[in-house]
Structure formats: C-alpha cells, structure tokens
C-alpha cells in the first residue's frame, strides 16, 4: 500500500494525502516518515507544482504516534535512552527541518482528529483549512512524553504561548471553532466542503508568479526566526534575482496594460 499519495493538478496543486486509515494516519513509524519525505522532495523538485494541499484519508487527519509501537523496543523507543534519542532525530524530526526547507507553501485541509504528532504536522504547514469534524490535541503530556518532533517550538508560533502552554501542559482536546478562535486555523467549513476549500485557497496562490510565490514562502520562514537586519539583507537578495524573471516582467506589463485600459 502507498503511504502517501500524490496528485497535481493543472494548476500546479499537489495534493498529497496520508494513506494510512487502519493506524488513522500515525506518522511515527520510518516507513510513513520515508513516505512524507519522499512525497515532499518530489513536489519539490517538480517544476510545475506551486503548492501542496496535505491531507489524511478516512476518518482522521493524523493520530500523531502509534500507540500500539511506544513501548520500549518497539517504534522510536529503545531500552537505552541514548539510541532513542537517536531515533528520534533521525526519524520524526526529520519532519519539521524538511517542511521548514520545501519552497512550496503547504495548506493543511485537517479533516478529523489531528493528535499530538499529528497536530504537529498541521504546524509545520503555512496554512490550516479545518473540516467541521477536525479536532486537535497536543496530549504528549497525556501519555508522560513531552512533544519530541518540535512541538514545544512550533505550537507557540502559531497561538502564541499561553495558549500553547494550555494546550501542551493540560493536553485536552480541542474542537475545530475553538481551533479557530486560538488561530490554530484559519477557517472552517463542512466536513463535504473541506478538500474543495483547501484547494480553492491552493489555486489562490497558485495563480501567483511560481518564483515569487516560493522566494516568498522562504523569505517568511527565514524572517520569522532572524533578527530584522539578517532579514533585511536576505529580502534584498531574493528580490534581485524576483526582478530577473520572466514572471515578473511579464506581470509588470500586464498590470502596466490594466493601468492605462483603466484610464481609457
């Protein structure tokens, strides 16, 4: 069975889909974590993609970890401490430093429960669409583990970090409105509406100058963990090699052609 498929669109929108119903789409494991990487590296290096629409099949977005494979020896967790550290960094933190390094931005449509792992996995996206169903949980603390795919640094990124305190030192579960009033998520629709939303903001995008569009996605990664003169200095760069596109000059005249139809 394939892990993750994959699906681009005319429009360049890549949607890569956890196929995993049967562990509700955990993404502890190796061969699931090869999966995601795998799918991520070739929208990458697709050229006429321009963004990734990611999403679970069946009923949940991500379980986050497998419960059945936590015990030591089994999984990421070993009976010596220091080889289950080492199976975490070479495992599920690969995750986060790959999503912070593609180009395409990556809008979550979060259609069922995202836990622990799996609400992660949301935070590593730019955007998060959520079905009316969608829940989410960061309950390491649950089960006596702390968030050991990055959790602790992308959670208070995105709500700020009382509420990301909330959510990871309580773990409750939260609904899909109370995802949105904590700007977990951006928006939510009916669960039969959810998969057409997260591609209708997609092609939104998509239908920006590509080069643009990923130099952006970069430039607010980068920006948002730098200090303002680095992040000064790398705006410049990339906007001189923007000015070099053909994208660029041939939006400019089109935009310069709408002008001076307006005044016609």
């Known amino acids: 069975m394939t892990l993750v498929t994959t699906e681009r669109d005319e429009a360049g929108i890549v949607t890569m889909t956890l196929n995993a119903p049967e562990t509700r789409n955990a993404i502890s494991e190796l061969p699931m974590i090869e999966a995601i990487l795998a799918a991520l590296a070739e929208a990458q290096a697709d050229p006429e993609a321009r963004v990734i629409v990611l999403t679970g099949a069946g ?73 009316a169903s969608a829940k989410f949980a960061e309950s390491f603390v649950r089960i006596g583990i702390v968030p050991g795919d990055g959790g602790a640094w992308l959670l208070p990124r995105v709500v700020g970090f009382a509420r990301a305190s909330e959510m990871a030192l309580i773990g409750d579960m939260i609904d899909a409105e109370t995802a949105l009033s904590y700007g977990l998520v951006s928006r939510v629709v009916p669960d039969d509406e959810l998969l057409n939303e997260a591609r209708a903001i997609a092609g939104r995008i998509a239908a920006n100058p590509r080069h643009a569009v990923r130099m952006t996605r970069r430039l607010l990664r980068q920006a948002y963990n730098r200090d303002l003169s680095v992040t000064l200095e790398l705006s410049s760069a990339m906007q001189a090699l923007a000015h070099q596109t053909d994208d660029y000059t041939e939006a400019l005249a089109a935009m310069r052609t709408r002008i001076e139809r307006s005044k016609s």
């Open 59 to 131: 009923a949940a977005f991500s379980s986050g970890g497998n419960i059945k494979s936590m015990s030591p020896g089994q999984g990421l967790v070993d009976k010596v401490p220091a080889i289950t550290r080492r199976n975490y960094r070479a495992g599920i933190q690969r995750l986060p430093l790959a999503f912070e390094d593609c180009d395409l931005p990556i809008v979550a449509a979060v259609n069922g429960p995202a836990v622990g792992a799996g609400c992660d996995l949301t935070l590593m996206c730019d955007l998060r669409i959520a079905g």
